[in-house]
T-cell receptor, first 112, second 115 residues
């Protein structure tokens, strides 16, 4: 069956460092991969989308890579700030209907 | 631009009772999604509407859950009767077309506690 795995343990890093979050998937061939941020008590907020034929995408301090051979996406936040502390969700879709399949999320804590 | 609106924000009911959630998507968005998010997990799609029609309800427990989207705008999700395992946050999302290359906009969710 399809499976999407993100680091279940919280990631704790120091302010200014680069945070790297991992999203692995099996038994799936996604056409698109999206990353969302979720703060406590709020709905997810879209951050970045990357297509299967793209290797890398950047937006300000964010960078996403997508390796369809390894079946893995990496999400980087450079020069991290305490305000970046949140849960980050990866989501995949292979259909044209927009149906997203989410990972369980990784909680990032950036310490000042 | 106003975001996705949901109500109520919180609801506590006893098992076997019924409950309804309301969602108003972003104006002009044709596609509306209902997700269930259990604590510690990612959102799971329950049902997807394209305008008035259902696109995907494969993971909707149809013996107890129902949803409708009248006039292609607002939507209501109902649970009847509720079970303890229905305790979760119910998220509504919308997007312009329901296609994979478009991001989804989420509402704040309704936190349901079934006792």
């Amino acid at each position: 069956s399809q499976k999407i795995e993100q680091n279940s343990e919280a990631l704790n890093i120091q302010e200014g460092k680069t945070a790297t979050l991992t999203c692995n998937y099996t038994n799936y061939s996604p056409a698109y991969l999206q990353w969302y941020r979720q703060d406590p008590g709020r709905g997810p907020v879209f951050l970045l989308l990357i297509r299967e034929n793209e290797k890398e995408k950047r937006k300000e301090r964010l960078k996403v890579t997508f390796d369809t051979t390894l079946k893995q996406s990496l999400f980087h936040i450079t020069a991290s700030q305490p305000a970046d502390s949140a849960t980050y969700l990866c989501a995949l879709t292979s259909s044209n209907t927009g149906k997203l399949i989410f990972g369980q999320g990784t909680t990032l804590q950036v310490k000042p | 631009e106003a975001g996705v609106a949901q109500s109520p924000r919180y609801k506590i009911i006893e098992k076997r009772q019924s409950v309804a959630f309301w969602c108003n998507p972003i104006s002009g968005h044709a596609t509306l999604y209902w997700y269930q998010q259990i604590l510690g997990q990612g959102p799971k799609l329950l049902i997807q509407f394209q305008n008035n029609g259902v696109v995907d309800d494969s993971q909707l427990p149809k013996d107890r859950f129902s949803a409708e989207r009248l006039k292609g705008v607002d939507s209501t999700l109902k649970i009847q009767p509720a079970k303890l395992e229905d305790s979760a946050v119910y998220l509504c999302a919308s997007s312009w077309p329901g296609q994979a290359r478009y991001e989804q906009y989420f509402g704040p969710g309704t936190r349901l506690t079934v006792t």
